[in-house]
Every structure is written in C-alpha cells, then in structure tokens.
C-alpha cells in the first residue's frame, strides 16, 4: 500500500504529517452462492459513525467486470489515518437446518442470512490489522 499525500483543502490537512494518511484499496462485491447470494461490505469509523467505504471523503469507487457468479463487483481507493477502524462485514444464506415437522410448526422462522463482521485498524505500515 502507498502512502497518500494529504492536499490543501482536505479536512485531514493541517498539522498533520503525510506519513499519518495512508492509501487503501478495499473491495465490495456481492456474489452468487448456495442458497442466495454473498454480499461483502466495507466501513470506516469516523467519530462515533460507521461511514461506508464509497462515501468517505475523498473516496474513488472503480466499477469492476462482473464474470460469471459475480453480482457486482467494485475497488474502492481512499486515504485513511493510521489507526483507522474499518469493518468488513459479510452477509450469506444460513445452512439449511434440519427441523422435524413438530419444530417447524411451533418454531419462528429461522434465520435466513448469517452476518458475519470482522474489525480491522489501520497499520503503522498501511498494512490491515485484525482487531479480536
């Protein structure tokens, strides 16, 4: 990953060093699998919101090819400071689980999707951490 400049005008320019913003590339797709279709996301934590990847300032959003089984495809080019939460959450059909006709009666329907959010930061080296 590049370092990215700041530029004048920019809200993250000021005081701040160039070495404390970072360029990423992050992608967005949605994907057609067993069962429905996988969709994978990208936030970024700024204050105390969650901003989606192609809305935060500054952000450039590529249009990818769709090949066969892919939905929608996109790379997402942004400069972020280090230390940067981000959350990348997935979103997949639920395996199917097996109910006598008894459960399925009295049971609320179950979940069809599975979410599943994994935390990042922003490294010294631009590189991605995983928070656990």
């Known amino acids: 990953m590049r370092e990215l400049v700041a530029q004048c005008g920019n809200e993250r320019c000021g005081n701040e060093s160039p070495e404390a913003v970072t360029e990423l590339e992050l992608e967005e797709s949605e994907s057609v699998v067993e069962r429905g279709t996988c969709k994978v996301i990208w936030f970024l934590r700024r204050n105390d919101a969650w901003i989606r990847a192609p809305r935060w300032p500054g952000a450039v959003v590529k249009t ?53 959010r994994a935390y990042f930061r922003v490294g010294v080296q631009g590189k991605l951490e995983r928070e656990v």
């Open 64 to 116: 990818l090819p769709s090949g066969a089984g892919t939905v929608w495809q996109v790379r997402i080019a942004l400069g972020a400071e280090v230390g940067t939460r981000l959350l990348r959450v997935e979103v997949r059909p639920a395996p199917i689980r097996r109910q006598t006709p008894l459960e399925y009666l009295e049971k609320t329907p179950p979940r069809r999707e599975r979410t599943k």
